[in-house]
């Protein structure tokens, strides 16, 4: 599940393989890219914003068609990329078979002389100037893995909307960046509180806020994402995934809730539809 630690490590990875790199040849299989060639472009890095992945290079290409975003040859561009649920980038050496995803998945490849970037089933695949980066991740809140990470920032926008349920207001990445289901899911169990509770009723919302970002930090720089502290397969989380599984804590079958692709898993004992439920917050 891409969340903000997953796509932190991924654009870890892709600065790894690419930045300092120049470009030896790019092919996009999205519409809206089909005819631009990025090969001259220099890769200066990558980083995320929450759950965004920016891309930033120098000196695109001088031939593009005329659908190619407009903008200045010779400044810094954005290649903006989003996982969503099934998004991935893959690092490969040159010559290397690419395993990670089937091939009608691929949407970009970026080709140095040392290392080749192909993105799986990637969404909001757009390049735009750099200095226009904020019309794609402008709206989002303090990113929970962003070097500027503001936890009262954070609060202060959720406490903004109080009669929101937290279970969707922990979603919207205008509160905060970076926290997808999974996290959601634990770490409304983790603080004992029912994913319907409205904002306004949370017991401790800066004490829930700094859980998601010590839960976040505690998983970047690895791909299996735990909130129990396990990194057995089936012992990663409290609830999430869970679905009729007696809950780690009381016992009770997990519950489950699907809303649209909002999917909802809870204890009914551990997070009552009130607030004072019981707080474990550990992250191990
Ligand atoms: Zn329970």
């Known amino acids: 599940m891409p969340e903000g630690d997953t796509v932190w490590n991924t654009a870890r990875v892709l600065d790894r393989a ?44 001088a031939e593009s068609s005329a659908e190619a975003p407009a903008g200045d040859r010779d400044g810094a561009w954005t290649l903006h990329s989003h996982l969503r649920m099934d998004g991935a980038w893959r690092a490969y050496a040159p010559g290397e078979r690419w395993t990670g995803r089937p091939a009608h998945l691929i949407r970009v490849v970026l080709r140095t002389a040392d290392a080749v970037a192909v993105g799986y089933h990637l969404h909001e695949v757009a390049l735009v100037p750099t200095a226009e980066e904020d019309a794609l991740v402008g709206h989002l809140g303090p990113d ?43 770490l409304l169990f983790l ?11 949370v017991p401790d919302l800066p004490g829930l806020v700094d859980l998601a970002q010590r839960l976040l930090a505690a998983n970047r720089g690895r791909w299996t994402q735990s909130s129990t502290g396990s990194l057995r397969r089936g012992e990663t989380s409290y609830v999430y995934g869970r679905r009729a599984q007696p809950c780690r804590r009381c ?22 539809e009130r607030p004072g439920g019981t707080q474990i917050d550990t992250i191990g």
């Open 18 to 61: 690419l930045a300092g790199r120049r470009l030896t040849g790019s092919d996009f299989r999205v519409p809206q890219l089909a005819t631009t060639d990025l090969t001259g472009a220099t890769v200066h890095g990558c980083v995320s914003r929450g759950k965004h992945l920016l891309l930033r290079l120098t000196s695109p290409p």
């Open 144 to 186: 929970l893995l962003g070097p500027d990470w503001d936890a009262a920032e954070a609060v202060r926008r959720l406490a903004a909307g109080p009669t929101v349920p937290v279970g969707e207001a922990l979603l919207d990445q205008r509160n905060l960046a970076g926290v997808g289901n999974l996290y959601k899911c634990e």
């Open 191 to 201: 603080r004992g509180v029912s994913p319907w509770t409205p904002v306004g009723e």
């Open 251 to 272: 016992g009770t079958a997990v519950r489950k809730r699907d809303l649209g692709d909002r999917v909802t898993y809870w204890c009914p004992t551990c997070q009552p």
